[in-house]
């Protein structure tokens, strides 16, 4: 071989192992690289909330830490599809991922997740009374801790102040709206050609009103509880309440009948507000429609987004420090996070002026409130969701009968949930 040959050919050979190399330590786009100075970090917020969090990364990055955040924002069903896959590959793993509150049971089951057993006694401030607790103790399972809390994020009822005050001027006195309150101002409104309440997203409406109603998803932590009284009640409330006129009709906007002044009660989540903060009339932001005025009794459908790590061979101690490191940082700089709409689920916000005059501050403002706070962690709540959102509206519109709507729902969820114990 000549000399130039040589040349080309050692040429080759590093190239190629350099690609080797970059492919075995999980180059490329979210991978997880344990020699890199950065903590691949996959989350759901391609949204508005993504440049909120952006900005929270950025300015952490701003502080010099050993380990610098890479964001890697995923659309959430493509993330949720992704994960099961490069976890199960053992390549291009996240080192650190955010999800949501219900799909941990399930992750943990299928041991998929590390611990932070070991590791929060280097960080005392990341503690249960440093937290929201409805957020934090979802995070324990079966005495280890599988998740730390960014958010609460909950369901609650926006208002037109000055419709409130035409039609219900002291229903609010209490920052409780019940059911009884709202048929009273919805009939007011009907002659005025008002909507009195908007029907919404269905699975936060039923799954409050459910467990006002005193149901559960499930008595075991497997099996569902779907079909009983409890959800027969309270799927029947809004179908009555739709038959009677006093909602929102089928193929109507809600957001804009709120924006243009002809919607009294709007359910929706925290997180809305930034899509009708610049509506031209003032309103307000309240607990989620409730059947009794007792602030002990209320419920507000809540999730939270939830710091997990998956496991991951790739990653080292120090870069698991690192990660550990960010979070720690958030516990005392969540403001960002708040201006997305979102709460925070650190207790030190309270400590924040600024945060206690935004409208979504009222459910973490004492520890009352924050009791209402209720997240349905039902390990197959993904099933119930996904019938929630197919037909729930339809049979709070009448075109579907409330016993099929019932018995349908419990068949659904408990096929799927036997299909994927048989092909485990």
């Not at 219900?168 to 019940?178: G, S």
Request: aromatic share 10%.
């Amino acid at each position: 071989m000549t000399m130039k040959l040589r040349k080309i050919a050692g040429i080759a050979l590093a190239v190629g192992m350099c690609a080797t190399m970059l492919a075995g330590c999980g180059g490329g786009s979210g991978s997880s690289n344990a020699d890199s100075k950065e903590i691949t970090f996959w989350n759901p917020f391609v949204g508005a909330d993504g440049s909120n969090m952006k900005k929270m990364i950025d300015e952490y990055n701003k502080t010099n830490p050993e380990f610098k955040i890479k964001n890697v924002s995923l659309k959430e069903g493509d993330m949720y599809t992704k994960i099961p896959t490069v976890v199960n590959s053992g390549k291009n793993i996240p080192d650190l991922n955010i999800v949501h509150a219900e799909r941990i049971k399930q992750y943990k089951d299928n041991d998929m997740l590390e611990t932070y057993d070991d590791l929060l006694a280097d960080y005392p401030d990341i503690k249960a009374e440093n937290y929201v607790g409805e957020a934090w103790n979802l995070g324990e399972l079966d005495g280890s801790r599988y998740s730390l809390p960014l958010d609460i994020h909950n369901w609650g009822t926006y208002y037109n102040k000055e419709l409130l005050e035409k039609y219900a001027p002291t229903a609010l006195d209490d920052n409780i709206l019940t059911f009884d309150e709202v048929k009273e101002a919805a009939a007011k409104a009907k002659n005025d050609d008002v909507r009195g309440i908007a029907v919404t997203w269905v699975k936060p409406n039923f799954l409050s009103l459910m467990k006002q109603e005193g149901g559960a998803l499930t008595e075991d932590g497997t099996a569902p509880t779907l079909d009983t009284e409890a959800s027969k009640n309270a799927i029947s409330l809004w179908a009555d309440l739709y038959k009677d006129g006093l909602t929102t009709k089928d193929g109507e906007d809600p957001t804009q009948l709120f924006l243009a002044g002809k919607l009294l009660f709007f359910p929706e989540g925290i997180w809305l507000q930034n899509n009708i903060k610049e509506a031209k009339f003032d309103w307000g932001l309240t607990n989620s429609p409730q059947l009794s005025d007792d602030l002990s009794k209320t419920v507000n459908w809540a999730s939270s987004h939830q710091f997990v790590m998956f496991k991951n061979e790739a990653r080292s101690e120090e870069k698991t420090k690192g990660i550990m490191e960010f979070i720690n940082w958030l516990r005392t700089n969540s403001l960002e996070w708040a201006k997305a709409g979102q709460n925070p689920a650190t207790l030190d916000i309270l400590n924040n002026e600024e945060y206690k005059e935004m409208p979504q501050s009222i459910f973490l403002s004492t520890p009352e409130q924050q009791e209402t706070l209720s997240i349905f962690d039902y390990k197959y709540n993904g099933y119930v969701s996904e019938y929630l959102d197919a037909h729930g509206f339809d049979t709070i519109f009448g075109k579907q009968k409330v016993d099929d709507f019932l018995t349908n729902m419990q068949k659904e969820v408990t096929d799927k949930i036997s299909k994927d114990s048989s092909n485990k």
